[in-house]
């Protein structure tokens, strides 16, 4: 049986994601993904473990000096990620 209305496949995925509610786990995913991208090589080495839990992004690091550093870009680096995971996954950053 042929459909009249033919979706493209990215729609599909869409309605999928929409259907199962997916989108805000999909842009935590993104933003986990992004960090070592985003930090760069200095800063992922040095970073432990990084989840995110009700919407912050919990980041453990194991030099002081970084996390200092970190502490000080916190804002830029939230609205950095936030634009890589295309929405707001992260509304705030702890630093371990």
């Known amino acids: 049986m042929r459909r009249s209305k033919t979706q493209t496949l990215g729609e599909v995925?869409?309605?999928?994601?929409?259907?199962y509610r997916l989108g805000p786990k999909l842009r935590?995913?993104?933003v986990i993904n992004s960090w070592d991208?985003?930090?760069g090589k200095a800063i992922s080495s040095r970073?432990?473990?990084i989840?995110?839990?009700n919407g912050v992004l919990h980041v453990h690091i194991t030099s002081s000096v970084v996390k200092s550093e970190l502490?000080?870009?916190k804002e830029a680096?939230?609205?950095q990620l936030n634009r890589e995971a295309g929405g707001n996954a992260?509304?705030?950053i702890i630093i371990h």
């Open 28 to 30: 935590e995913a993104a």
């Open 77 to 79: 680096l939230r609205e």
């Open 71 to 73: 502490m000080m870009l």
């Open 37 to 39: 991208r985003i930090t």
């Open 90 to 92: 992260v509304r705030d």
């Open 13 to 19: 995925l869409g309605d999928l994601i929409n259907e």
């Open 47 to 49: 970073t432990s473990s």
């Open 51 to 53: 989840y995110i839990k």
